[in-house]
């Protein structure tokens, strides 16, 4: 049995060697430690141990393991799940009336999926790249893919890939084979929370302020420590206990792995140079999602500018579609007036990901943290490929949108049966009032400092799970109301308006033991 | 020592006196007896004066602006709406009918239970050349004393730095010369001293750009503009910017007295922002919507959003740069403008007419350079009440309500006699930020308790 184990960590320690060798990052440590071997403090006869404990003294040791511990959290493969014929058969199925609607949206408006920008275009583009929202383009017609509740549908009509009663109701979740967290499950994975440890982000009127300020002092002079650490696990558990707001932006870029360096400038000049010389569909239902939600938003319209680069930039990040775990389904695309070869073919859109009515979302709240468009870029992409991206996929993964649903079914049935039933006396779905909470992880929902506290804890536990218990704790916070109505419209509009919650308190208290 | 038995009785050594005790008693029954019954008889007429239970006399009060804000909060309270002839108890006045009303020639005399919005000589305040004048005169006067305020260090105040440098044209023409010449290729920004809304506001980066002005607008045409005097400021042309854009901070501070100095910071407010990047070149001088914020100026433009009308709260801002400059800096940024707010109300707060009935609440348009030091650039004794986004409402109502909360005493009925010190509870979103009664009333007994709170002093 060690064995086995002992190989397989072989293996894995072959591959990570491998992947490490191709990334960008290898060359400077590589150079670095060159160096490093050339000073006095590295011995020829003691070549091993007096390297290491070098590395470990120049910090290039933090770097090392930074690295092995991000290539665990991105490339370590999807969990099998026993359905994974049936889930992906319905992403495929999914992906295809995507494809086909974004074709026959081409077909009406009578324009190519992609083509070359003409000089002029280009040159109009390129000055105006520091203001896009001053871009004249018409985007009226234009309209979103697909918006939550049309996903919502698609996860409705799933049929379960076991079979099931002819006469059952069709409108729960509970029909997936699914595993997924129970509270005690939940206890056990917010520790911190569940014991009533005090985290950063309670609200100060519920402590003496100067209290308050003396935790808040105190995680500060931990924090800065965490940070000259240097090193990934550290933060992450540093995390769990809420983060100084001042210090976040350092704390994620850890954890992610995200710290920009000369060559992820040059890399996003690329990107930028693609956006530049190409005119894809896909670019005019960024710039219309941003329309719809950023701009017309006073949480972030002072951040629409910024957001048009970083987004526009993501659609042509190839990297994002190798990362992903779940691999999206693309299309081939040959540009407009031009023969049909390899050469000539892109994949379309290059990062694979089509955007749905509130994409958007998953990048404003960095705009928070970073005020230098790179550095935002590779942070939100990170977090994108290790999260968000489950959240509009049909999967079976415990992280998945289709799990969490059912995370959040279950807890309501099981801890609010007085609410379950008025859902299904009134016929709605309980998911349905959620949905778009869950797949925009409350994104545009929750203020913004509310919300980095929620994904403080999805990156402090590694973990989307907080996300379907927060939104059946708030329908529990608005029970009595919730109760008073019963028309959907009436129910959206008691859950309408966020600004009241505040998040750590509310987890804090539905996770305590009793 | 022995030890307290607490079950001792003391004996009764004077059992004589105890009829008479018992008498005593029972006459001091019978009378109170007889003044309930009295009271229970009265209780029609509550006005009876020694009349101990509350009276419920209705609030009324007042308004000649036509704003659902000011009405919707009164009548929350239960108030009822008078007009101006009526007794009112509070009158939410423009300045125009606040001038007249305590002009000599209205004859208008208040009683104890009225309050009006405005100082009769607000315009102290809230008049740009005025301001900029009582602000250096304080600056002069500390200086005199010897006050460490006024220090000086490279000829600028250390810690009295809080307005771009100004001059009142055409009288300080001369000494706006000497300075300009100082730092030529600098941008000057003119502004007519009485107007407000950013209406006749431009940039100059010449000298003669100003002289062909002055030249104009002597014109017989426009006789009108050379009665008008302008003040002209040092144009801050390093504004910090959040995505690329320009911006101002509008906060909102209660006065309900000036001598002695109370004053109450409003925790929310917004920063309003240009529709159009920043750009300091000598082409986009004209160009008012890259440099002015006033919403009646930039709802003219053609990016103008009405979802969220360029308005980002200061609570989010202060997230942003909590996040990207860190804790330090942003809370000092926060502290210097409770600085200057303080500064600027005792500047003008021996010439403000003071008057018990007068309570007024202040729009501080303020700008932040990028080095994060805040600029005061003008106060406003009428600050917008309308609203142009959900948002706003909700803002503009609470602000109401808080005011009203701090100026009527816990009575609930209007009263100048009281001491206007009202409870924490009554603050609201209002932050103390001075009360010279307090610190008087702190010197007194803990000198230590000063050191800690009263860094205004």
Not at chain 2, 387 to 396: E, V
């Given at each position: 049995?060690?064995?086995?184990?002992?190989?397989?960590?072989?293996?894995?320690a072959?591959?990570?060697?491998?992947?490490?060798?191709?990334?960008?990052?290898?060359?400077?440590l590589?150079?670095?430690l060159?160096?490093?071997?050339?000073?006095?403090?590295?011995?020829?006869d003691?070549?091993?141990?007096?390297?290491?404990?070098?590395?470990?003294?120049?910090?290039?040791?933090?770097?090392?393991?930074?690295?092995?511990?991000?290539?665990?959290?991105?490339?370590?493969?999807?969990?099998?799940?026993?359905?994974?014929?049936?889930?992906?058969?319905?992403?495929?199925h999914?992906?295809?009336?995507?494809?086909?609607?974004?074709?026959?949206?081409?077909?009406?408006?009578?324009?190519?999926?992609?083509?070359?920008?003409?000089?002029?275009?280009?040159?109009?583009?390129?000055?105006?790249?520091?203001?896009?929202?001053?871009?004249?383009?018409d985007?009226?017609?234009y309209?979103?893919?697909?918006?939550?509740?049309?996903?919502?549908?698609v996860?409705?009509?799933?049929?379960?890939?076991?079979?099931?009663?002819?006469?059952?109701?069709?409108?729960?979740?509970?029909?997936?084979?699914?595993?997924?967290?129970?509270?005690?499950?939940?206890?056990?994975?917010?520790l911190?929370?569940?014991?009533?440890?005090?985290?950063?982000?309670?609200?100060?009127?519920?402590?003496?302020?100067?209290?308050?300020?003396?935790?808040?002092a105190?995680?500060?002079?931990?924090?800065?420590?965490?940070?000259?650490?240097?090193?990934?696990?550290?933060?992450?558990?540093?995390?769990?206990?809420?983060?100084?707001?001042?210090?976040?932006?350092?704390?994620?870029?850890?954890?992610?792995?995200?710290?920009?360096?000369?060559?992820?400038?040059?890399?996003?000049?690329?990107?930028?140079?693609?956006?530049?010389?190409?005119?894809?569909?896909?670019?005019?239902?960024?710039?219309?999602?941003?329309?719809?939600?950023?701009?017309?938003?006073?949480?972030?319209f002072?951040?629409?500018?910024?957001?048009?680069?970083?987004?526009?930039?993501?659609?042509?990040?190839?990297d994002?579609?190798?990362?992903?775990?779940?691999?999206?389904?693309?299309?081939?695309?040959?540009?407009?007036?031009?023969?049909s070869?390899?050469?000539?073919?892109?994949?379309?859109?290059?990062?694979?990901?089509?955007?749905?009515?509130?994409?958007?979302?998953?990048?404003?709240?960095?705009?928070?943290?970073?005020?230098?468009?790179?550095?935002?870029?590779?942070?939100?992409?990170?977090?994108?490929?290790r999260?968000?991206?489950?959240?509009?996929?049909?999967?079976?993964?415990?992280?998945?949108?289709v799990?969490?649903?059912?995370?959040?079914?279950?807890?309501?049935?099981?801890?609010?049966?007085?609410?379950?039933?008025?859902?299904r006396?009134?016929?709605?779905?309980?998911?349905?009032?959620?949905?778009?909470?869950?797949?925009?992880?409350?994104?545009?929902?929750?203020?913004?400092e509310?919300?980095?506290?929620?994904?403080?804890?999805?990156?402090?536990?590694?973990?989307?799970?907080?996300?379907?218990l927060?939104?059946?704790?708030?329908?529990?916070?608005?029970?009595?109301?919730?109760?008073?109505?019963?028309?959907?419209?009436?129910?959206?509009?008691?859950?309408?308006d966020?600004?009241?919650?505040?998040?750590?308190?509310?987890?804090?208290?539905?996770?305590?033991?009793? | 020592?022995?030890?307290?038995?607490?079950?001792?009785?003391?004996?009764?050594?004077?059992?004589?006196?105890?009829?008479?005790?018992?008498?005593?008693?029972?006459?001091?029954?019978?009378a109170?007896?007889?003044?309930?019954?009295?009271?229970?008889?009265?209780?029609?007429?509550?006005?009876?004066?020694?009349?101990?239970?509350?009276?419920?006399?209705?609030?009324?009060?007042?308004?000649?602006?036509?704003?659902?804000?000011?009405?919707?909060?009164?009548?929350?309270?239960?108030?009822?709406?008078?007009?101006?002839?009526?007794?009112?108890?509070?009158?939410?006045?423009?300045?125009?009918?606040?001038?007249?009303?305590?002009?000599?020639?209205?004859?208008y005399?208040?009683?104890?239970?009225?309050?009006?919005?405005?100082f009769?000589?607000?315009?102290?305040?809230?008049?740009?050349?005025?301001?900029?004048?009582?602000?250096?005169?304080?600056?002069?006067?500390?200086?005199?004393?010897?006050?460490?305020?006024?220090?000086?260090?490279?000829?600028?105040?250390?810690?009295?730095?809080?307005?771009?440098?100004?001059?009142?044209?055409?009288?300080?023409?001369?000494?706006?010369?000497?300075?300009?010449?100082?730092?030529?290729?600098?941008?000057?920004?003119?502004k007519?001293?009485?107007?407000?809304?950013?209406?006749?506001?431009?940039?100059?980066?010449?000298?003669?750009?100003?002289?062909?002005?002055?030249?104009?607008?002597?014109?017989?045409?426009?006789?009108?503009?050379?009665?008008?005097?302008?003040?002209?400021?040092?144009?801050?042309?390093?504004?910090?910017?959040?995505?690329?854009k320009?911006?101002?901070?509008?906060?909102?501070?209660?006065v309900?007295?000036?001598?002695?100095?109370?004053?109450?910071?409003?925790?929310?407010?917004?920063?309003?922002?240009?529709?159009?990047?920043?750009?300091?070149?000598?082409?986009?001088?004209?160009?008012?919507?890259?440099?002015?914020?006033?919403?009646?100026?930039?709802?003219?433009?053609?990016?103008?959003?009405?979802?969220?009308?360029?308005?980002?709260?200061?609570?989010?801002?202060?997230l942003?740069?909590?996040?990207?400059?860190?804790k330090q800096?942003?809370?000092?940024?926060?502290?210097?403008?409770?600085?200057?707010?303080?500064?600027?109300?005792?500047?003008?707060?021996?010439?403000?007419?003071?008057?018990?009935?007068?309570?007024?609440?202040?729009?501080?348009?303020?700008?932040?350079?990028?080095?994060?030091?805040?600029?005061?650039?003008?106060?406003?004794?009428?600050?917008?009440l309308?609203?142009?986004?959900?948002?706003?409402?909700?803002?503009?109502h609470?602000?109401?309500?808080?005011?009203?909360?701090?100026?009527?005493?816990?009575?609930?009925?209007?009263?100048?006699?009281?001491n206007?010190?009202?409870?924490?509870?009554?603050?609201?979103?209002?932050?103390?930020?001075?009360?010279?009664?307090?610190?008087?009333?702190?010197?007194?007994?803990?000198?230590?308790?000063?050191?800690?709170?009263?860094?205004?002093?």
């Open positions: 049995m060690d064995d086995i184990k002992d190989k397989s960590i072989h293996h894995t072959i591959k990570i060697c491998e992947d490490f060798k191709s990334s960008p990052s290898y060359q400077a590589f150079r670095d060159q160096k490093l071997v050339s000073t006095p403090s590295v011995k020829y003691d070549f091993k141990d007096s390297l290491l404990k070098a590395m470990k003294d120049n910090g290039l040791d933090a770097g090392l393991r930074n690295n092995v511990y991000h290539w665990m959290k991105t490339k370590k493969k999807e969990i099998a799940c026993p359905h994974d014929t049936f889930f992906r058969k319905s992403q495929i999914w992906d295809k009336r995507i494809h086909k609607s974004l074709n026959s949206m081409c077909t009406e408006l009578g324009i190519n999926l992609a083509k070359v920008r003409t000089v002029s275009e280009k040159e109009e583009l390129a000055n105006k790249w520091g203001e896009l929202s001053n871009y004249e383009v985007i009226h017609k309209r979103p893919v697909y918006a939550p509740k049309d996903f919502l549908e996860l409705l009509n799933l049929k379960g890939p076991t079979t099931r009663n002819k006469g059952s109701p069709k409108w729960e979740f509970a029909q997936m084979p699914l595993k997924v967290k129970n509270l005690a499950d939940l206890r056990c994975l917010y911190e929370l569940s014991r009533g440890e005090q985290i950063l982000g309670i609200n100060s009127s519920m402590l003496s302020s100067t209290h308050y300020s003396a935790l808040e105190e995680r500060m002079i931990l924090g800065e420590k965490v940070l000259t650490k240097n090193y990934a696990p550290i933060a992450q558990e540093f995390l769990k206990k809420g983060c100084p707001q001042c210090l976040r932006a350092k704390i994620w870029t850890l954890i992610l792995g995200a710290e920009v360096k000369p060559y992820h400038y040059s890399y996003f000049e690329s990107l930028k140079e693609s956006v530049l010389q190409y005119d894809l569909m896909i670019d005019k239902l960024i710039i219309k999602d941003i329309n719809l939600t950023a701009s017309n938003d006073d949480q972030y002072v951040f629409e500018d910024v957001l048009y680069q970083v987004l526009l930039c993501f659609s042509r990040d190839g994002v579609l190798k990362d992903l775990s779940t691999q999206p389904g693309f299309m081939q695309v040959v540009i407009k007036g031009k023969q070869n390899t050469e000539n073919t892109i994949i379309f859109p290059p990062s694979g990901v089509i955007p749905f009515h509130g994409f958007t979302m998953y990048a404003a709240p960095f705009c928070y943290l970073y005020d230098d468009p790179v550095q935002l870029y590779f942070v939100f992409r990170t977090f994108y490929v999260y968000f991206h489950r959240l509009h996929r049909v999967c079976g993964n415990p992280q998945g949108v799990s969490l649903c059912l995370q959040y079914e279950k807890m309501l049935q099981c801890f609010e049966p007085s609410l379950w039933h008025h859902f006396k009134c016929q709605i779905h309980p998911v349905r009032v959620v949905i778009k909470w869950i797949m925009r992880a409350f994104s545009g929902h929750l203020p913004p509310q919300l980095l506290n929620l994904w403080d804890l999805i990156l402090a536990y590694d973990s989307l799970e907080i996300i379907p927060l939104a059946l704790v708030i329908l529990v916070f608005r029970k009595d109301n919730l109760l008073k109505v019963n028309t959907l419209q009436n129910i959206e509009a008691v859950l309408a966020l600004s009241s919650i505040s998040v750590i308190p509310l987890l804090q208290m539905s996770l305590l033991k009793d | 020592m022995l030890p307290k038995d607490e079950k001792f009785v003391f004996p009764d050594l004077f059992p004589e006196n105890k009829a008479a005790k018992e008498e005593e008693e029972t006459t001091l029954n019978q109170k007896k007889g003044l309930q019954e009295f009271l229970e008889k009265n209780k029609e007429r509550p006005n009876m004066p020694g009349c101990k239970f509350t009276v419920t006399m209705r609030v009324t009060f007042c308004t000649d602006l036509d704003k659902s804000v000011v009405v919707a909060n009164c009548e929350k309270r239960g108030w009822m709406h008078v007009g101006p002839e009526d007794d009112w108890n509070i009158y939410w006045a423009g300045t125009q009918t606040c001038r007249s009303l305590f002009s000599v020639d209205s004859g005399r208040m009683h104890d239970n009225q309050l009006i919005n405005h009769p000589n607000h315009y102290e305040i809230s008049r740009k050349d005025l301001l900029v004048k009582n602000i250096k005169r304080y600056r002069r006067d500390l200086e005199k004393e010897g006050n460490v305020l006024a220090e000086r260090g490279d000829s600028k105040y250390l810690h009295l730095d809080f307005i771009p440098v100004t001059f009142v044209l055409p009288a300080d023409y001369n000494m706006f010369v000497e300075e300009y010449r100082k730092a030529p290729q600098s941008t000057w920004i003119m007519p001293c009485g107007r407000s809304q950013g209406s006749g506001i431009f940039l100059i980066n010449k000298l003669s750009k100003l002289k062909r002005w002055s030249r104009e607008s002597k014109s017989p045409f426009q006789q009108q503009l050379t009665k008008e005097s302008y003040v002209i400021s040092k144009y801050i042309d390093n504004p910090l910017l959040i995505g690329g320009k911006f101002d901070l509008r906060l909102y501070v209660l309900t007295s000036f001598r002695p100095l109370k004053a109450y910071q409003f925790r929310l407010g917004f920063c309003r922002f240009c529709t159009v990047k920043y750009d300091s070149s000598v082409a986009e001088l004209d160009n008012m919507y890259v440099h002015l914020t006033n919403v009646s100026v930039q709802k003219h433009g053609g990016e103008y959003n009405s979802m969220h009308g360029g308005k980002l709260s200061v609570q989010n801002l202060r942003h740069l909590e996040s990207t400059r860190g800096v942003t809370e000092r940024l926060f502290d210097q403008i409770s600085w200057l707010i303080i500064h600027s109300l005792k500047a003008v707060a021996p010439v403000i007419a003071t008057d018990r009935h007068c309570f007024e609440c202040y729009g501080y348009d303020i700008i932040i350079d990028n080095k994060l030091k805040p600029w005061l650039i003008e106060v406003n004794a009428s600050p917008s309308t609203s142009t986004t959900a948002n706003d409402r909700i803002l503009k609470k602000l109401m309500d808080n005011i009203f909360s701090i100026i009527v005493p816990p009575s609930g009925m209007p009263d100048v006699r009281w206007k010190i009202p409870s924490q509870e009554a603050l609201g979103d209002f932050e103390l930020l001075i009360d010279e009664d307090l610190i008087h009333l702190h010197e007194g007994e803990n000198s230590s308790f000063l050191s800690k709170n009263n860094r205004w002093k």
